[in-house]
């Protein structure tokens, strides 16, 4: 099966940066897309940024030109490199894999999530 790690989140100040990492592991031979969306309190959950195993993105509004997708295809491995960051980034941010094959089997899993709070 396929089990999503999430990494890297915390607290900052606005105008500062962030990294988050989300391994998955498993016997996994391919993943066709991996990302990252975002829910705040009393808001439904939102796309981030989402990569293709090819390199395609696709980003959310709110963060395009300040956040950036990237992927270790052979670590199995997203990256969420967040910078100026602003206090409406405060979420609960997930990582997210769609098609993840593992003996010919493809998983669509969430991580657990990891808290990102950024103050004025």
């Known amino acids: 099966q396929v089990q999503l790690v999430e990494s890297g989140g915390g607290r900052v100040q606005a105008g500062g940066s962030l990294r988050l990492s989300c391994v998955a592991s498993?016997?996994?031979?391919?993943?066709?897309?991996m990302g990252w969306y975002r829910q705040a309190p009393g808001k439904q959950r939102e796309l981030v940024a989402i990569?293709?195993?090819?390199?395609?993105?696709n980003y959310g509004d709110s963060v395009k030109g300040r956040f950036s997708i990237s992927r270790d295809n052979a670590k199995n491995t997203a990256y969420l490199q967040m910078n100026t960051l602003k206090p409406e980034d405060t979420a609960v941010y997930y990582c997210?894999?769609?098609?993840?094959?593992?003996?010919?089997?493809?998983?669509?899993?969430w991580g657990q999530g990891t808290q990102v709070t950024v103050s004025s």
């Open positions: 990569m293709t195993s090819g390199g395609t993105t």
């Open positions: 997210n894999v769609e098609r993840a094959v593992v003996y010919n089997i493809a998983y669509n899993r």
């Open positions: 498993g016997i996994i031979s391919s993943i066709n897309v």
